[in-house]
């Protein structure tokens, strides 16, 4: 199995880990390739790759045009409007006066 330099990689990821952290992470990185390395022993020809242990699909309708809400109805259940338009506070303030 191929070293890996976990300092250098945490240098390159912009981490900072203590000596002691190197090591338990360097532990564990080797125990995960080396299971890695057992899933390629693997034979898995004849065997349809899969994202998701359920077969999942899309289930669409038909987009039918419905009436719509007429522009006083949705303003009437607004709690201010003016004129055709949602009245809402200003979040915005001008800092150039």
Not at 44 to 51: K, L, M, R
Request: a positive charge; charged letters at 35%.
């Amino acid at each position: 199995m191929k070293h890996i330099d976990l300092a250098h990689v945490a240098r390159l990821a912009r981490l900072r880990f203590s000596d002691e952290e190197l090591k338990k992470y360097e532990a564990q990185v080797e125990e995960i390739l080396k299971f890695v390395d057992q899933l390629k022993a693997v034979n898995v020809e004849g065997i349809e790759p899969t994202s998701h242990p359920l077969k999942l699909s899309n289930v669409f309708r038909e987009d039918m045009p419905a009436p719509a809400f007429s522009v006083e109805e949705v303003l009437k259940r607004a709690p201010r409007s003016r004129g055709r338009f949602f009245e809402v506070p200003k979040i915005i303030e001008d800092k150039t006066r």
